[in-house]
């Protein structure tokens, strides 16, 4: 699912990962000791993008609504990044420019019958409480632009029959990327990520390397 973002913006975002390398202050780790894991979600990484995948009973009523009509749909997985840039068919180097400096983000929104197979480089599963997990989908559910109506704004289909792009909060530069926001959000579930600094994907997937070992063998 992530294969069509994988596409080279990392000279672009080296440049980036190397201007903030020195300054970037650690985070302290998430007070959730009280909070047992439960809940098994899971991290998606292609190329130089992550997503983040929920069960559909822990994505929320509210997010369940978006669910695009897909028969025995049991995941809803959540994309984020530059709008122009995630929602080309062919970006080229138009896009490309636009992604180096602020602009506006979008999300994607795919509704899956499975996840990829647990592995050591694809789909990284993950323990949280449920607590956390409802952290998560209210954050997710905030991160998308409403309209008047106080619906999201859904911008076009996406590049899967059961997926949509909407209109995203914040933007997109190269200090606050799809990895950053990844991160923040596996933060916010209650996860020891740190998202400070993160800009590429393997600077996400290397903190959840510890985490994903204990959860190998869960069910998908």
């Not at 130089?48 to 009523?61: C, F, Q, S, V």
């Not at 992604?99 to 929104?109: D, E």
């Not at 998560?136 to 991160?143: G, Q, Y």
């Amino acid at each position: 699912m992530t294969a069509r973002a994988a596409r080279p913006l990392r000279f672009i975002l080296w440049l980036a990962a190397t201007a903030g390398a020195g300054c970037a202050p650690v985070a302290p780790p998430p007070d959730v000791g009280a909070e047992p894991g439960t809940e098994a979600i899971y991290v998606l990484a292609g190329g130089w993008h992550t997503e983040i995948a929920l069960p559909l009973p822990l994505a929320g009523a509210a997010l369940q609504t978006l669910e695009p009509a897909v028969p025995g749909a049991r995941y809803l997985v959540f994309g984020w990044g530059a709008r122009d840039y995630y929602m080309a068919a062919n970006p080229g180097p138009a896009e490309v420019l636009r992604a180096m400096t602020p602009g506006p983000a979008v999300m994607l929104i795919i509704a899956a019958t499975a996840v990829p197979a647990p592995s050591a480089d694809r789909a990284f599963p993950v323990r949280i409480s449920r607590q956390g997990a409802e952290r998560l989908s209210r954050w997710l559910w905030s991160e998308l632009a409403k309209g008047p109506d106080g619906r999201p704004q859904r911008l076009a289909a996406g590049p899967y029959p059961q997926s949509a792009f909407y209109a995203a909060t914040g933007s997109y530069d190269l200090h606050h990327t799809c990895n950053t926001w990844t991160a923040g959000g596996l933060r916010l579930a209650g996860l020891p990520v740190n998202p400070v600094g993160v800009v590429f994907a393997h600077q996400v997937t290397d903190q959840l390397v510890p985490l994903a070992k204990s959860a190998r063998a869960l069910p998908r």
